[in-house]
């Protein structure tokens, strides 16, 4: 019968821990900047960043040019606030007589003035040729019920579009556009104006393409003073869409991305960012969701594999953050380069946390796992060894538990002569008592020979020497032969001190036989889910038990209190330097060859036999 070598063995992390463990923190990192005010506060304040510090320098617009109404404006001016209608109605003719595309007029018209300038602005507004549109107010807006009426009777017939700008409920920065206002809101202005253009726009919110300036200083569009048009050539301002606006500090200011050091930028100047990406068809060049979700995945994984290099700390921190220099880097450079504008704040969580995770279960994974291995050896082998099987378990473990593989080991048997008739004439107590004692001492000595116990059988001790980590040359193999017959023997010199103690206490002395056999074992795991263990497999198992009970055979013992019977390759390696006597040949179940049997001696203890000192 083969006997089957068992240890339960916890295995390491399996490939679908793995992926889950990517996957898992890939979607965490993606979704919570999406979902916590303060991370997405970030993620959006890195972008700004990027599109303050790295947008890549543009021509000016040539198809929006800004004419600003300023301090300067104002002082020529008869009424300041309401702008002067009269003003604008002039305007809006030098601007008609410079042949522009069309006009947008972003000052709010929420108060009268003088009735002959009130009236003679609405006819300039709505003159037909070039088209003109105002703002307007959603509801809401911070204006009284008399404003409200007179913006509306204002507007009649006139082409008007909402001004009203879409800021962070979390830091007041503007970087999305809505095109179509809620419930009646009607369109935003520069969506009202790209319609008159005959521009379609997206019906859906979305992210401004904030424009750079050629150069530093320099304005993404044109921008004219009021007061100057009339003395500018025609041809500045012939076929662009002309924004007219007020551009004084602290009124309609606005913080943009394009403001990284706190500047604001007038209301008008946002409205023609919008307009131009309306009129050029662009859309932002963030990265997309899938391209986002993509890289956050890539991070993640990277994060992984750098923790499951088993890199050393200080390597892994500064492999983890030479890789986010790099991510940040390219990223910038790709951005300035006119690339596309990667959001990093999900891809540095996840690779962060694919290595904080994944180096936080590994090492909790290793903690358990050496609890477990050193809990089933701690006791059975010597410290040498167990800490040659942890440090070599990834030659014998994978997915979880141990790998097949062929090894070859020398397994013993040893088991006490006539141990039923002394299970008999002992009680309960005495019995334990006297067992364990022979038992610890065995144990003791198997380990103190860098050998490894795995299972006791009653009386029976059943020790490997070779495995579980696979030896890879004949003298290694050697080595483990040699160490297992001198256990045996050692075992013999153990049991004499036991026994003279046993007499002394009245208890019998015992003769055990060792059976000792080398040769090739499968190792691997059997079982199932619920449960699993670590079995050597093979006929060196067998021989080792059928060498042991062949020993009732042999007349003579190797020490007076040992019986140490070996396999012809055990007897191979240590014949230079043991003595021994062949006893037999052995047949064993389904073997052509006999296997050739020797009775080790054990110089430093006297032989004789087994009837002289027989208990």
């Known amino acids: 019968m083969v006997r089957r070598i068992r240890l339960h063995?916890?295995?390491?992390?399996?490939?679908?821990?793995?992926?889950?463990?990517?996957?898992?923190?890939?979607?965490a990192s993606f979704v919570l900047p999406?979902?916590?005010?303060?991370?997405?506060?970030?993620?959006?304040?890195?972008?700004?960043?990027?599109?303050?510090?790295?947008?890549?320098?543009?021509?000016?617009h040539r198809g929006v040019a800004m004419v600003a109404i300023g301090e300067d404006s104002f002082v020529a001016l008869a009424c300041r606030s309401p702008v002067d209608r009269a003003f604008l109605a002039d305007l809006i003719e030098r601007l008609r007589a410079a042949k522009v595309r069309a006009i947008g007029i972003d000052i709010l018209f929420?108060?009268?003035?003088?009735?002959?300038?009130?009236?003679?602005?609405?006819?300039?507004?709505?003159?037909?040729?070039?088209?003109?549109?105002?703002?307007?107010?959603?509801?809401?807006?911070?204006?009284?019920?008399r404003q409200q009426d007179f913006l509306r009777g204002f507007l009649t017939g006139v082409p008007h579009g909402y001004a009203n700008l879409a800021k962070d409920t979390l830091d007041g920065t503007i970087r999305w556009h809505v095109p179509v206002a809620a419930g009646d809101g009607g369109p935003s202005f520069p969506v009202r104006l790209a319609d008159v253009l005959g521009v379609t726009p997206p019906a859906e919110p979305f992210r401004i393409d904030w424009r750079n300036g050629p150069e530093p200083g320099t304005p993404p569009f044109p921008i004219y003073p009021a007061e100057l048009v009339h003395l500018l050539p025609p041809e500045w301002l012939a076929g662009k869409v002309v924004l007219v606006g007020t551009v004084l500090s602290g009124t309609d200011r606005?913080?943009?991305?394009?403001?990284?050091?706190?500047?604001?930028?007038?209301g008008v100047e946002v409205q023609a960012h919008v307009l131009a990406q309306l009129l050029d068809g662009r859309a932002s060049r963030r990265l997309g969701m899938p391209g986002q979700a993509l890289l956050t995945l890539a991070s993640s994984a990277a994060g992984v594999v750098l923790a499951v290099a088993g890199l050393p700390l200080w390597l892994l921190a500064l492999a983890g953050s030479t890789i986010l220099a790099a991510l940040w880097s390219g990223s910038a450079a790709l951005f300035a380069g006119g690339g596309v504008l990667v959001p990093l704040l999900s891809p540095t969580l996840a690779l962060a946390g694919g290595l904080a995770g994944?180096?936080?279960?590994?090492?909790?994974?290793?903690?358990?796992?050496?609890?477990?291995?050193?809990?089933?050896?701690?006791?059975?082998?010597?410290?040498?060894?167990?800490?040659?099987?942890?440090?070599?378990?990834?030659?014998?473990?994978?997915?979880?538990?141990?790998?097949?593989?062929?090894?070859?080991?020398?397994?013993?048997?040893?088991?006490?002569?006539?141990?039923?008739?002394?299970?008999?004439?002992?009680p309960p107590d005495a019995l334990i008592r006297?067992?364990?004692?022979?038992?610890?001492?065995?144990?003791?000595?198997?380990?103190?020979?860098?050998?490894?116990?795995?299972?006791?059988?009653?009386?029976?001790?059943?020790?490997?020497f070779g495995a579980p980590v696979a030896r890879t040359t004949q003298a290694e193999i050697d080595a483990d032969a040699a160490r297992a017959v001198d256990c045996a023997l050692a075992m013999g010199r153990a049991l004499d001190r036991l026994n003279r103690r046993w007499e002394a206490e009245g208890l019998p002395p015992v003769v055990i036989r060792v059976g000792i056999h080398t040769g090739p074992l499968v190792a691997g795991s059997l079982g199932g889910a619920r449960h699993?263990?670590?079995?050597?497999?093979?006929?060196?198992?067998?021989?080792?038990?059928?060498?042991?009970?062949?020993?009732?055979?042999?007349?003579?013992?190797?020490?007076?209190?040992?019986?140490?019977?070996?396999?012809?390759?055990?007897?191979?390696?240590?014949?230079?330097?043991?003595?021994?006597?062949?006893?037999?040949?052995?047949?064993?179940?389904?073997?052509?060859?006999?296997?050739?049997?020797?009775l080790v001696r054990d110089a430093a203890s006297a032989g004789g036999r087994i009837s002289e000192r027989s208990p």
């Open 434 to 464: 006297w067992l364990d004692a022979y038992l610890d001492a065995m144990v003791d000595t198997v380990s103190a020979h860098d050998g490894v116990v795995l299972r006791f059988i009653g009386d029976a001790v059943l020790a490997v």
């Open 532 to 598: 699993r263990e670590y079995s050597l497999l093979g006929d060196t198992a067998n021989t080792a038990a059928r060498l042991e009970a062949y020993a009732k055979e042999v007349g003579e013992l190797t020490s007076p209190w040992c019986q140490v019977i070996v396999g012809e390759p055990t007897w191979n390696a240590v014949k230079s330097r043991l003595d021994g006597t062949p006893v037999g040949e052995l047949m064993l179940k389904g073997k052509r060859n006999a296997v050739r049997v020797w």
């Open 110 to 145: 929420d108060q009268p003035t003088l009735p002959e300038n009130d009236e003679r602005l609405r006819r300039r507004l709505t003159d037909p040729g070039v088209p003109v549109v105002a703002i307007s107010a959603l509801e809401g807006t911070a204006l009284t019920e």
């Open 34 to 60: 999406l979902i916590l005010p303060p991370l997405r506060l970030a993620d959006e304040s890195f972008g700004d960043l990027l599109i303050g510090h790295f947008s890549p320098p543009e021509p000016q």
């Open 254 to 266: 606005h913080r943009t991305p394009l403001s990284p050091t706190g500047a604001s930028m007038p």
């Open 358 to 426: 994944m180096t936080a279960h590994r090492s909790l994974r290793e903690r358990a796992d050496r609890r477990t291995l050193m809990a089933l050896f701690a006791n059975h082998v010597s410290k040498p060894v167990a800490e040659e099987i942890w440090r070599e378990r990834a030659t014998f473990m994978a997915g979880g538990h141990p790998k097949p593989q062929q090894l070859t080991a020398s397994v013993l048997f040893s088991d006490i002569k006539g141990f039923t008739t002394i299970c008999e004439a002992l």
């Open 9 to 27: 063995i916890r295995g390491w992390t399996p490939h679908g821990m793995v992926a889950a463990i990517v996957l898992g923190i890939a979607a």
